[in-house]
């Protein structure tokens, strides 16, 4: 079965750190652009941030420029998203798509995040 699988969720404190993985299981991520997103409770998915397939270009939404940083590892089929300064507001169950805006597939389970004092 072809899937992404995230992980690396948690709980935190506000202004610390986590790190998410998105690693491809029967997946190849290295033939795709990969976009993070996340969905709070009683709200909508929305799009986080987006890296191209060579890495060379990344995009972020406002609300986590200069705090979120994306990467990947063609060698390990794995895409990052280094959090950083969590507010509260980061909190929801974060997921990768192998997508930049739009994704109709079948979405994996995701890994929660919660800021929180």
């Known amino acids: 079965q072809l899937q992404l699988v995230e992980s690396g969720g948690g709980l935190v404190q506000p202004g610390g750190s986590l790190r998410l993985s998105c690693a491809g299981s029967?997946?190849?991520?290295?033939?795709?652009?990969i976009g993070w997103f996340r969905q709070a409770p009683g709200k909508e998915r929305e799009g986080v941030s987006c890296?191209?397939?060579?890495?060379?270009?990344?995009n972020y939404a406002d609300s986590v420029k200069g705090r979120f940083t994306i990467s990947r590892d063609n060698a390990k089929n794995t895409v990052y998203l280094q959090m950083n300064s969590l507010k509260p507001e980061d909190t929801a169950v974060y997921y990768c798509?192998?997508?930049?805006?739009?994704?109709?597939?079948?979405w994996g389970q995701g890994t929660q995040v919660t800021v929180s004092s």
């Open positions: 890296i191209s397939i060579s890495g060379g270009s990344t």
């Open positions: 029967g997946f190849t991520l290295a033939y795709y652009a």
């Open positions: 798509a192998p997508a930049c805006k739009i994704w109709s597939g079948t």
